[in-house]
């Protein structure tokens, strides 16, 4: 079936043949269309030349309700979709997604169902390890920390770790370019102290067992005095 009528710039066609993308299928240009696409540059304007499936698709009671694909790029967009959440934009074959938010609200990066505000997860489920959450309110991430889930342990005896600690300078500085007014150690100066991590970046979890370690070093000498014939005396002079 082949349909044309043509107004001054205004274009009805409806071509219908063998079944392949580029032949035809319908253009309205008078404020646009295409499918097929002989020329509407945009309002819709969908090409799919290369045979792409699932360019675009509406579905409701057999579910999927609009997905937006690119097979050759390896990635969809799901809106509404009841198995990957209310949005989501995932690889296609790789059975999860690389952003997703369910219907409660909740933002998942590398997996499909977040439990929480937002979850970084390598997936398909977001309860998937190791992972880290965070929510509304909160001033970090909880991350996954089991034993379960580690090997080759190797206990850190920290000795010395104050002395090293002393050893990292403290700013107030400002970003080139911004935010400003800021308070912090350089990863320059960390990195050669403690021989983690980089010189241009900071992990705060590195940062943050530096100081559990200096805790625990203070408090085995505070024990230590207090068990010492000296320990009667004043337990801050004794630190000093």
């Not at 997996?111 to 509304?136: E, K, L, M, Y």
């Not at 002393?166 to 912090?184: A, K, S």
Request: charged share 20%; hydrophobic share 40%; net charge negative.
């Amino acid at each position: 079936m082949k349909i044309h009528r043509a107004f001054g710039a205004a274009v009805f066609a409806l071509l219908l043949t063998a079944p392949a993308w580029g032949q035809g299928t319908l253009f309205v240009e008078g404020d646009n269309v295409g499918i097929g696409v002989a020329t509407p540059a945009v309002r819709l304007h969908i090409d799919n030349t290369g045979g792409d499936s699932n360019v675009v698709r509406l579905v409701r009671d057999g579910v999927v309700r609009y997905r937006l694909e690119n097979t050759a790029a390896g990635i969809s967009w799901d809106f509404n979709n009841d198995g990957f959440g209310s949005f989501a934009v995932s690889r296609v074959g790789t059975g999860k997604n690389e952003l997703s938010i369910n219907t409660a609200g909740n933002m998942g990066l590398g997996c499909n169902s977040a439990d929480h505000d937002f979850v970084i997860s390598p997936g398909p489920n977001c309860a998937t390890t190791p992972r880290s959450w965070i929510n509304a309110g909160s001033t970090s991430f909880s991350t996954s920390s089991s034993r379960s889930i580690k090997e080759n342990l190797s206990q850190i005896a920290g000795e010395g770790i104050v002395e090293k600690i002393r050893d990292v300078p403290v700013y107030e500085y400002d970003f080139i370019g911004g935010p400003t007014d800021r308070i912090g150690i350089m990863a320059e100066d960390f990195h050669q102290i403690f021989g983690r991590g980089s010189d241009k970046e900071l992990d705060g979890h590195d940062v943050t067992m530096a100081l559990w370690l200096a805790v625990q070093e203070l408090s085995a000498k505070v024990k230590a005095l207090e068990a010492s014939p000296a320990g009667a005396c004043d337990t801050a002079d004794a630190v000093r």
